[in-house]
Nanobody, 121 residues
Framework: QVQLVESGGGLVQPGGSLRLSCAAS????????MRWYRQAPGKERELVAL????????IYADSAKGRFTISRDNAKNTVYLQMNSLKPEDTAVYYC??????????????WGQGTQVTVSL
């Protein structure tokens, strides 16, 4: 059974930091690119950061550049999102995603249940 379980969310003051974790099971984690998305109330889900299979490349949304860092530990089947200098506009539910092409024009695509991040005084 495929599972992605996020943790590490919570309430933090502006300027603070959080580290999100996503533990994967039920599939071969090391061959999947991993992504963090977020969705704020009333807004579309948006990509925050991506990390490739071996972690050699990362991509960030403009809003995350310089403040967030995505990393992965293939030995622990876990992907992380270190978030620093948090702002109220970072408030959202953060989702972990695993995806890889299936070779037939589609993709294997798995999602976690999300973890709430609230940035407020």
């Amino acid at each position: 059974q495929v599972q992605l379980v996020e943790s590490g969310g919570g309430l933090v003051q502006p300027g603070g930091s959080l580290r999100l974790s996503c533990a994967a099971s039920g599939f071969t984690f090391s061959i999947y690119a991993m992504r963090w998305y977020r969705q704020a109330p009333g807004k579309e889900r948006e990509l925050v950061a991506l990390i490739t299979i071996a972690g050699g490349s990362t991509i960030y949304a403009d809003s995350a550049k310089g403040r967030f860092t995505i990393s992965r530990d293939n030995a622990k089947n876990t992907v992380y999102l270190q978030m620093n200098s948090l702002k109220p506009e970072d408030t959202a539910v953060y989702y972990c995603n695993a995806r890889r092409p299936d070779g037939l024009g589609s993709a294997y695509d798995y999602w976690g249940q999300g973890t709430q991040v609230t940035v407020s005084l």
